[in-house]
């Protein structure tokens, strides 16, 4: 082929710009269109990973290396589904790679899930990280609070809501988030997991740094440290389950700090209902688990109720489907094979449709870990265009694109566009001695990053 290959990247997260990055590093002629549904890139980085997490935001830095290059071009504010459909996107490329990663809350099956005071852990971080497709205000009004899950979005949750609004005024959070944190009311954290030490899915840095703040204590009960023979062999096996038990057993025998909020990690505590009165949360009950040999956990039908006036589901993210994409609805990716998406009535691979990331094989793992995704993605797509296999689009010039959405009056924002957008919110956070004030709004952030356009 005299003319370059032509990949559409959808998803601007770590796992679009990594398999850009490894496309552009092939060796092949490449061009690729980088998609993305909000007017900045960069994903979970910017609208999931904490405020008072600055070193994994700088990783941003250098995902700024890829987007500078003149083989790649972003495109935001522009969602592939809806804005231009599948089958049109395919008429101007050769591949596409899907790299939606996932924004909404798995359910937490339990009664009262839905009572006023229970919030999906996602809706909190998507508030407090400034997405502008969530509440601009939260009530914090409840003292004593629950968290459920054990794993790092549990503890994010629980350390910004045991944090002061001053502490955290100093990171990227615009005003309207600052302004609900400063009238946090919670005084004490309870975050609780169905299994033991040795099962839950913090990572040991997390883990640690959640007592560092002042005005947090972390507390474990003694009783909570309890292992088995499969807990044993999990401590063996993963030298970081084993820091994570070492940091619990340590919480757990440590003299108290003093600090003025309280946050508790509770184990072998199975929810079985969040409590309602008058359709708002009044309590959490839990049953008592105990180790079953493996690892797992059986119900001891000791239940207790807590006195919580709010509960925060940390059970993890879930993908949404993209229009006319395959997805199977009870892993929540799009089925694949390696990274090739298959087609679920036949089960055979799709010419030209490739998945990586969260989208590829569920909300899980690091922002390292979407490396090894994208290589594997990005090895099948460049091994299928080498054998001659991708379906000739019908229009491959690099502009036909941008005419199309020109076509479309759509307010599509650049790389060029980020930049402003960013200097735009360095200014506003340079005014207030901080690095960044993030902008909230989508129109703000549209009329930013593209002043020449009417909104
Ligand atoms: C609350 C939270 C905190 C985290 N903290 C950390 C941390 O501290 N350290 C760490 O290493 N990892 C952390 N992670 C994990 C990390 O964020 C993920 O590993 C990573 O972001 C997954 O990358 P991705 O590109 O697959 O998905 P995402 O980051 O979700 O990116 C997907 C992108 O696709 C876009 N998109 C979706 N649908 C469409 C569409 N139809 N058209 C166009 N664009 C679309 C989305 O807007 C998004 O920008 C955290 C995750 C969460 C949820």
Same mark, same amino acid.
């Given at each position: 082929?005299?003319? #370059?290959?032509?990949?559409?990247? @959808? ?29 900045? #890139? $960069? ?20 995902? !700024?290396? @890829? ?6 071009? +972003? ?24 790299? %939606?990663? *996932? ?23 998507? +508030? ?5 497709? +969530? ?34 005024? @100093?990171? /990227? ?16 954290? !309870?975050? +609780? ?8 899915? $913090? ?12 005005? &947090? /204590? ?15 062999? *999990? ?44 359709? /708002? ?44 994409? #395959? ?13 090739? @998406?298959?087609? #679920? ?24 870990? %979407? ?22 689009? *019908?229009?491959?010039?690099?502009? *036909?694109?941008?005419? $199309? ?49 009417? &909104?």
């Amino acid at each position: 082929m005299s003319r #370059p290959l032509r990949v559409a990247v @959808v998803g601007a997260g770590p796992a679009g710009i990594y398999a850009s990055d490894l496309l552009m590093k092939s060796g092949e002629d490449v061009q690729i269109d980088l998609f993305e549904r909000m007017p900045a #890139p $960069f994903g979970l980085i910017r609208y999931g990973v904490a405020p008072d997490h600055p070193r994994i935001k700088g990783i941003v830095k250098s995902l !700024h290396n @890829v987007l500078d290059k003149d083989h790649l071009r +972003f495109l935001g504010n522009i969602e592939i589904g809806r804005d231009i459909t599948v089958e049109e996107l395919h008429s101007f490329y050769d591949a596409i790679v899907f790299s %939606t990663g *996932a924004t909404g809350d798995q359910d937490l099956r339990v009664p009262g899930s839905d009572l006023k005071g229970s919030f999906g852990a996602g809706e909190f971080v998507g +508030f407090y990280d400034g997405n502008p497709d +969530f509440e601009r205000s939260w009530d914090l009004s409840a003292e004593k609070v629950a968290v459920i899950g054990v794993g790092n979005v549990a503890l994010d949750v629980a350390r910004i809501l045991a944090k002061t609004g001053d502490e955290l005024r @100093v990171t /990227e959070i615009p005003d309207n988030v600052y302004e609900s944190l400063a009238r946090n009311r919670a005084t004490e954290i !309870h975050v +609780f997991g169905r299994r033991g030490p040795a099962q839950a899915k $913090f990572t040991p840095l997390e883990l640690k740094e959640l007592d560092h703040s002042p005005t &947090i /204590e972390v507390v474990v009960n003694p009783e909570d440290i309890d292992y088995d023979e499969g807990s044993e062999r *999990a401590r063996r096996e993963s030298k970081s389950q084993d820091l994570v038990c070492q940091t619990l057993e340590q919480y757990a025998i440590r003299d108290p700090k003093g600090a003025p909020h309280k946050l508790f990690i509770h184990f072998f505590e199975s929810p079985v209902e969040i409590i309602g009165d008058n359709g /708002e949360v009044v309590g959490l009950r839990t049953e008592r688990t105990t180790l079953d040999g493996q690892g797992g956990v059986t119900g001891t039908g000791e239940f207790t109720t807590w006195d919580v006036q709010a509960v925060y589901r940390a059970v993890g993210y879930r993908s949404e489907a993209v229009n006319e994409v #395959p997805f199977d609805p009870e892993r929540a990716v799009i089925p694949n094979d390696g990274g090739h @998406v298959i087609d #679920p009535a036949t089960g055979a691979p799709i010419t030209g449709l490739y998945a990586t990331g969260w989208i590829k094989r569920g909300p899980i793992g690091l922002i390292g870990n %979407t490396k090894s995704d994208a290589k594997e993605t990005t090895e099948m797509l460049l091994s299928d265009y080498a054998a001659g296999s991708l379906p000739e689009p *019908a229009h491959p010039e690099r502009e *036909a694109i941008l005419e $199309f959405l020109d076509s479309r009056d759509i307010a599509f924002t650049t790389w060029e566009g980020w930049h402003l957008l960013d200097a735009a919110e360095r200014q506003l956070g340079e005014a207030e001695g901080r690095e960044r004030k993030k902008i909230v709004e989508w129109n703000e952030m549209v009329r930013h990053a593209r002043p020449e356009y009417e &909104i």
